[in-house]
């Protein structure tokens, strides 16, 4: 396996769940700061078997503004920072601190029958703050993502669900890749929801030496509690059931959530 030292990140999914393919009102914003703690004890290899030994630690450290441009227009920018180590068979131990800066846009398409979004931003990132890393080098990334959302009842209960497919222009040598991100909530009385999450990754079949074609499948389950009008709180963890060339990783995050 080439690319040994695999190292999957949440890439923001806390924020993108949050806000999901709803836009905020003119004038308005929000702010999702998350901390998200992972490990993994192996490595799927490049038959889908978790046999690869591997010692993997991460602390991803974000912080998503949001803002309403127009009703139909929210622009958002995440700052992150990690320190993550890994160490693989074929690997040394590599340890790396990094920051990485995400902007972008998403535009509401219509709000008929649910809603239809556009999103694009562009990243910038330090080796632990992309999907796949090998080594410690950087790499840039344009996305262009597709969300739709809608409101339903259950048993009486508020609930949404989300679906996002977004494709991932990445700087050579990692190569591209084609998230899709599914999202559930149910509010179970006034100020508790629960949330169940998938988060999925297929890179594309034109990675260069040291990369390598993989895939990522995370299931997250979390409580989003509403602590007042302006600040939430949810505390979830997530594991990979399954993938290729990818960490059986784990961990737990929190994210506070603050809004006008």
């Not at 840039?140 to 969300?147: A, D, G, S, T, V």
Request: contains cysteine; hydrophobic residues 45%.
């Amino acid at each position: 396996m080439r690319c040994a030292a695999v190292a999957l990140a949440l890439t923001a999914s806390i924020a993108c769940a949050n806000a999901g393919a709803w836009t905020l009102p003119h004038g308005h914003w929000q702010v999702f700061t998350a901390v998200t703690q992972s490990q993994a004890g192996r490595s799927f290899d490049a038959a889908g078997r978790p046999s690869v030994p591997t010692t993997f630690t991460k602390l991803l450290l974000q912080n998503t503004f949001e803002y309403g441009l127009t009703s139909a227009i929210t622009l958002f920018a995440t700052p992150a920072y990690v320190m993550a180590k890994v160490q693989t068979p074929t690997v040394p131990l590599t340890i790396a601190r990094d920051a990485s800066f995400e902007a972008g846009a998403r535009l509401m398409l219509f709000a008929h029958l649910g809603k239809l979004a556009l999103q694009t931003s562009y990243k910038t990132a330090g080796a632990f703050d992309l999907s796949v890393s090998a080594g410690r080098a950087s790499g840039r990334q344009i996305e262009l993502r597709l969300l739709y959302g809608t409101n339903f009842k259950l048993f009486g209960h508020d609930g949404f669900a989300d679906l996002q497919i977004a494709q991932r222009w990445i700087a050579h040598p990692r190569p591209n890749e084609t998230p899709l991100d599914l999202t559930a909530g149910l509010w179970l009385t006034r100020d508790t929801m629960v949330m169940a999450q998938s988060f999925n990754i297929v890179s594309a079949g034109d990675a260069a030496a040291p990369y390598t074609y993989y895939r990522s499948h995370k299931l997250e389950l979390s409580v989003v509690e509403k602590l007042s009008r302006h600040w939430s709180l949810q505390v979830g963890a997530f594991y990979s059931p399954a993938g290729q060339n990818a960490l059986v990783e784990r961990g737990v995050s929190v994210s506070l959530w603050t809004q006008d």
